[in-house]
């Protein structure tokens, strides 16, 4: 369930009313256990799409190098772990953020639907071997 009123920044206000919009169900800053750096941790992934199995990671802070290399440790963590995620900065909100999130979405259901075609024939031919 997403909370109405608490979010860190104006850009996680403006993607949750998005995800809101389009019902895209969302657990805000929902608790996830990762493997980082040879530890398990629990991350707060801005947004989780429960429904598509994805994060989705607002990186708010512009200009910081330390911040900077922050979110690329994030970004490479997550891919580790094999968390598909939409990652999205101040700077996407002056392009097409809201096609780029529901592209995002499709092309993650398109994968998982192409994965379980595959599993699906593999079955079925061998259900047909002698």
Known sequence: MHRTNFYKS???RR??????S???????EYPLAIRDRGQTRIWYPD???PTYGMILEYFGVNG????KERMAHK??????EGIEGIYLSESSFSRDWQRHILERIELSAAGRLRQIRSVNQSMYAAQREP
């Open 22 to 28: 389009k019902d895209i169900r969302f657990d805000y």
């Open 10 to 12: 104006k850009g996680e």
């Open 15 to 20: 993607i949750a009313d998005f995800l809101k």
């Open 64 to 67: 910081d190098a330390a911040y």
């Open 47 to 49: 947004f989780r799409l």
């Open 75 to 80: 970004i490479r963590t997550y891919q580790a």
